[in-house]
């Protein structure tokens, strides 16, 4: 029921100022204090909270990577699209996991230094495993959804942010997310991210162009 709640929380924040986005001065909203045109990319690792064993071979962490990237339709409506993957293999064996998403953000403007996000959209897993050259595959798909907080901590140079993400999927863990970005020259910035589940946790360092 919890889950349910939530799906809906965040369907409705996003859902809910689209017919707002054709009349935005006389609503309030305001526009958004960060850019969401972007393109970017990172690199990381993973690490399960227990050691996955498979055919006697211990994985302890996976390598990870990934490619991203939005557009801005109008002051709080932005679309975008991610794919991952996190990988690691032994003398026999092998483990990937790739994912893709297709996610639509509504940044609301909270004073002149904060964006509240909140996200829907669908995401996309699979899971291949293989041991001497034989590998068996499973894959899944849902609904996502998440809210996320951007907050200028000095503008144009430091930005810091945070939130939580899941999915309808009935197995699924919740997600923490925090993060730092730092800005040089007016377009770009590096990032660190760090997030958190039941699961796993993951550390990622990566680059981000703003238009």
Not at 25 to 53: A, C, M, W
Not at 55 to 70: H, K, P, Q, R, T
Not at 112 to 139: F, K, S
Request: charged content about 20%; glycine content about 10%.
């Amino acid at each position: 029921m919890r889950k349910r709640n939530a799906v809906a929380l965040t369907a409705v924040l996003a859902m809910t100022t689209t017919p707002l986005l054709a009349e935005e001065t006389q609503s309030g909203i305001g526009k958004s204090n960060f850019s969401y045109s972007t393109v970017g990319g990172y690199l990381g690792r993973v690490t399960p909270d227990e050691e996955i064993v498979f055919l006697n071979e211990v994985y302890e962490d996976f390598g990870a990577a990934g490619i991203n990237g939005a557009v801005q339709l109008a002051d709080n409506l932005a679309i975008g699209a991610s794919a991952g993957i996190f990988t690691n293999e032994g003398n026999r064996t092998e483990i990937t996991n790739s994912s893709i998403s297709l996610n639509r953000f509504v940044p609301i403007p909270i004073g002149d230094r904060v964006d509240l996000i909140p996200r829907v959209g669908y995401v996309g897993n699979e899971v291949e495993a293989c041991a001497d050259n034989i590998c068996a595959t499973e894959d899944d798909s849902a609904l996502s959804y998440g809210l996320f907080t951007r907050i200028w901590v000095v503008p144009g140079t430091l930005e810091i942010s945070g939130g939580f993400s899941d999915s309808d999927e009935e197995n699924s863990d919740s997600t923490t997310s925090i993060g730092a970005a730092l800005w040089f020259r007016e377009h770009h910035s590096i990032e660190l991210n760090v997030d958190q589940n039941d699961s796993f946790d993951a550390v990622t360092v990566g680059y981000r162009y703003t238009l």
